[in-house]
């Protein structure tokens, strides 16, 4: 009788531990579960905001040409064809499981939403990379085209950029430098980034200079043609000064066909239409004498001279021709 009062605590105790221990393990499943949902959403929240994100946007707007490695571009243009559709993919794991559901069943979701986080970081990372590739290329190819132009911009300013200039100089050191980080294999995106905002600022140096240059040449050739049309105006009117100054043309004192008015035209020497002597230069040859009251240096006639405002007088044969400018 004692053996069997035994027997029956041992299988009364043995089912009570195992009760207990049933009741733990579903708990822990459940809690195990509830952690896992919670990690779940989060990720999954991540994943999708990342995917959408104006940095992947970006990076897969950038074409071929655009970059120094055009397997990048195709990499990253799969994988996002690839993993895109994961934002519109329906899983089979469960997230509104309650503890109604058996500790195998809790268990089973809680592996599968594991998997589930796991397969959405590895796709992030992927795409993180094939971004970060794409992005470098395109760095590196943009550093290149910088050196390019600083070469020419260096070739074209030879001799261009003022006296005592030294913009030359330190775009020569800089596209040293940058031709090293171009060629270096460790160099990474931000390498190539701060090389050639640095490039470019040396060029901007040099383009500057040439253009500060050639404004003030230009502005000194402009203040040279300006002086030598003064001086040249201010030299008269081309005619033979008398001897007594001024700038008229002076008529000769002797004999011979003496000065010949134009036959036309409204620059010619003319004799006022009332006052004065009356007196016209002869139309033909012969002399022209002078008239005995057109004396005394007042003017005889006024008229143009190759479109000049002038005025003449006698003084005695000679005939002064006299410019207003």
Known sequence: MAVLVLAVAVICGG????????????????????????????????????LDSDEVKSASAIKEEEVSDAKTVLAMSRDVRTIKPALSRKT??????????STGELKKATENLAAQISRMKAEVRTIKAKVLAVNTSKAHKQLSDAIGNADK???????????????RDELTKTLD?????????????????????????KTQAVNN???????????????????????????????????GGGSGYRAPSGGGSGYRAPSGG??????????????RPPFGGGSAPA???????????????DNTPATGHWNGNDLYVDTKF
């Open 291 to 305: 008239p005995s009251n057109g004396g005394g240096g007042h003017p005889t006639w006024t008229g143009t001279t």
């Open 92 to 101: 089979s794991v469960k997230t509104g499981l309650t503890g109604d559901a």
């Open 266 to 279: 409204s620059s010619g020497y003319r004799a006022p239409s009332g006052g004065g002597s009356g007196y």
């Open 153 to 167: 911009i260096l070739a074209d300013s030879n001799g261009k950029v003022p006296d005592g200039d030294h913009s």
């Open 15 to 50: 089912g009570l531990w195992w009760h207990n221990h049933a009741v733990r393990e579903h708990d822990q499943a459940l809690t195990s579960y509830r952690a896992a949902v919670r990690d779940y959403a989060s990720q999954e929240g991540r994943y999708r905001s990342y």
């Open 177 to 201: 430098l940058a031709k090293k980080t171009l060629e270096d294999r460790k160099s990474v995106l931000k390498t190539f980034t701060d090389a050639k905002t640095t490039l470019d600022t």
């Open 209 to 243: 200079a040439v253009n500060a240059k050639a404004a003030q040449d230009a502005a000194d050739a402009a203040a040279a043609a300006q002086a030598q049309a003064a001086s040249a105006a201010t030299g008269g009117s081309g005619y033979r000064a008398s001897s």
